[in-house]
């Protein structure tokens, strides 16, 4: 096969550090990948070689129109390409456009996550669903801090029901803010990392920035705002609702969750997972769902992520046989219950020899008396 030529610029940050990029590019894509100078020779399957070449070109490309490369950058296309072998990484790492704004302040990491920024840019509200370490709350926070330096909105306001994972608390001290304040820090740390701690505290002083738990909604109108309700597995049927009919004019909401962290008591319904069923169907809302192959915190998370689905999957088989064990065993126990005799029939025959013994023994009894005298 004809080796790949591949412009001058960033070939260091294509390659990586003693070509480490390289060799994640044969992990990824199973191909292998030898290079001299600026030609590149790709041998493996053909659709696979494809899409390791069509990587490798679309990254020569960004480079060579001036955009900055990092090593993040060829990371992220690596992944992209694995999602999509036919997307094209110009358009996926574009500046402008649509999400420019949110571009300057975080960029996403996988197509999964571009097509998420995208659905938050064209609904009003957008429900994500997905397991834990693939950005939903991180990018959504992102958009609002771009919609809030647009001006396209005048605050953000990030709610979260106070829900102990597992395990009670006790008592904490402090006012109310401080008694919350645990349960919202992953919210805080989002908006320090995105928007700078300084800049935040000033929007928090002024209130151009709430973080609230989620009973502090009820009563409200939320006009002109960029809602963002986090951990929503975690409210019940009511909260859900009423978090949903407090979305004023010129808002936009996002709700996110994983309904396999469900942290309510036992019995307790999900509103997350009721809402899936009961909005599925209304336009305007835009439904969006992540997959443990969509994973973007350390590998090991994915790997963690997959596990616990095996396991699931595994122990709700187990459960399926046991209750169809159960059925089996409760169908023979009525049938041997019908098959034999009925109470009434026995009773009825106790009757029967009880009355015909009663007949018989007066007639003997009388017969054994002794005369009276004799």
């Not at 060799?23 to 001299?36: K, W």
């Not at 009919?245 to 936009?252: A, F, L, M, Q, V």
């Not at 046989?321 to 109470?343: I, M, T």
């Amino acid at each position: 096969m004809s080796p790949l030529t591949l412009a001058e610029e960033g070939l260091d940050v294509i390659f990586g550090t003693q070509d480490e990029n390289l060799r994640r590019i044969e992990r990824e894509l199973g191909v292998t990948v030898t290079a001299r100078g600026s030609e590149v020779h790709v041998t493996g399957e053909p659709e696979r070689v494809a899409a390791a070449e069509h990587l490798l070109r679309e990254l020569s490309t960004l480079a060579a129109s001036g955009f900055r490369l990092r090593g993040q950058d060829v990371r992220t296309a690596v992944r992209v390409i694995g999602e999509d072998p036919t997307v094209s990484l110009v358009d996926f790492f574009n500046p402008e456009g649509p999400l420019g704004g949110v571009r300057r302040l975080v960029a996403p990491r996988s197509l999964k996550q571009l097509l998420y920024m995208q659905a938050m840019v064209d609904h009003d509200l957008v429900i994500s669903i997905g397991p834990a370490g693939t950005g939903k709350t991180y990018l959504a926070v992102a958009m609002a801090a771009a919609a809030l330096l647009e001006k396209s909105v005048r605050r953000i306001v990030l709610a979260r029901p106070a829900v102990e994972a597992g395990e009670k608390l006790g008592f904490l001290p402090g006012d109310l803010a401080e008694k919350v304040n645990p349960y919202l820090r992953p919210l805080y740390d989002a908006l320090y990392d995105i928007i700078g701690f300084e800049k935040v505290g000033r929007m928090l002083e002024r209130q151009i920035i709430e973080v609230a738990p989620l009973a502090f909604m009820r009563g409200r109108t939320l006009n002109d705002s960029f809602i963002i309700l986090d951990e929503a597995q975690n409210t019940t049927p009511e909260q859900m609702k009423m978090f949903l009919t407090r979305i004023g004019y010129n808002s936009k909401a996002v709700i996110n969750g994983d309904i396999t962290q469900v942290d309510l008591p036992q019995g307790k319904v999900s509103g997350l997972r009721e809402a899936e069923e009961v909005l599925s169907g209304v336009s305007g809302i835009s439904f969006f769902r992540f997959g443990q192959a969509d994973v973007v915190r350390h590998p090991l998370v994915q790997k963690i992520v997959s596990a616990y689905d095996r396991f699931d999957a595994i122990r709700a088989e187990r459960e399926a046989e046991r209750e169809a064990e159960r059925q089996v065993r409760r169908a023979a126990e009525g049938e041997g219950e019908r098959s034999r005799p009925s109470g009434e029939g026995r009773n009825a025959g106790r009757s029967d020899r009880r009355e015909a013994e009663g007949r018989v023994r007066p007639a003997e009894v009388r017969d054994e008396r002794v005369p009276v005298g004799s």
